[in-house]
């Protein structure tokens, strides 16, 4: 099992920029492949990155690339998310999962049921 622990979040204005990070302790962390996720107010949690556990891959949404960076220290058991060029419909709860180093992750990085793990979320709120 691991626990999950994102920090980083706050008020920004638009334009600006947060990183946010996720810090992992219990099992080793480079088990796993590990994704961030939002959730506005009102609406379904939705994929924002993904990363493979070594790092190789990359994955994002088409809402938040070119603005964000996925990225993860294995040797901190930490993995970050940069945002840049924040927009007003970036405000939700972020929140960092672990999921399986298998084959259907790497199809399904995408899906919340994929990852096995969650931390409680960072809250993002962006000004217009």
């Known amino acids: 099992q691991v626990q999950l622990v994102e920090s980083g979040g706050g008020l920004v204005q638009a334009g600006g920029s947060l990183r946010l990070s996720c810090a992992a302790s219990g099992r080793t962390f480079t088990i796993y492949n590990m994704g961030w996720f939002r959730q506005a107010p009102g609406k379904e949690r939705e994929f924002v990155a993904a990363?493979?556990?070594?790092?190789?891959?990359?994955y994002y949404a088409d809402s938040v690339k070119g603005r964000c960076t996925i990225s993860r220290d294995n040797a901190k058991n930490t993995m970050y998310l940069q945002m840049n060029s924040l927009k007003p419909e970036d405000t939700a709860v972020y929140y960092c999962?672990?999921?399986?180093?298998?084959?259907?992750?790497?199809?399904?990085?995408?899906?919340?049921?994929?990852?096995?793990?969650w931390g409680q979320g960072t809250q993002v709120t962006v000004s217009s």
């Open positions: 990363i493979s556990w070594s790092g190789g891959n990359t």
């Open positions: 999962a672990a999921g399986p180093n298998i084959p259907t992750w790497y199809r399904r990085f995408q899906i919340s049921d994929v990852y096995d793990y």
